[in-house]
């Protein structure tokens, strides 16, 4: 991720917790809709580019640990306000992420990789391949468009364009298998079984 981008989710962070609790029951839906398609029972979760902390508040209801991380500081000061009191462990991140091989069960990576370019999602996905033990759920928009998304992914000049053309054919050279479940109109989320990749 740029320092441009960087910057930007810093000054974003306060306006961006406003939205907190519609994020929240969003993401109760999705973790719903991975229990009927047989993904839960597992006890560690990180949520990467975890923003204000509304997915990760969320899987606190799912998961006996939960671990967040994000590279905007003041993201993550908003997340640790919006859930305090919940058992939620708060990790900042640069390049590679802070966490062993394989020492989680799932990883979330939830509307980060459109703003990344290629390369950058590639080493990204890496990195959450190596620290999860089963799953990686990739929450993000799917190749439907609307005026007022395409917007906004101007404004901030991340790879929104190029990513809903190409990332299902990034991903599949990364993570053979996966399944696609759409859940709303212009998002769907990726459930990437990468426990075969394991040596």
Known sequence: MSKHEKLLFDRIATPYGLFYQVQKKKYTRI????????????????????????????????????????????????AKKKTKGQSIEYRWIDKYLPFDDQSMDVVTISYVLHGMNQKEREDLLKECIRISKKYIIIIEFNQKRH?????????EKGDYFAFIKTFDAQLSQIVPTYQIVQTEKYQQIYICDVSSLKV
């Open 31 to 78: 973790f719903e809709i991975l229990k009927k398609e047989n993904i839960y029972g597992f006890s560690c979760l990180c949520d990467v580019g975890c923003g204000t902390g509304a997915l990760a508040s969320a899987a606190t209801e799912y998961f006996d640990k939960v671990y967040a991380c994000d590279v905007a500081g003041m993201m993550i000061d908003v």
């Open 147 to 155: 005026w007022m998304i395409s917007f906004v992914e101007w404004l």
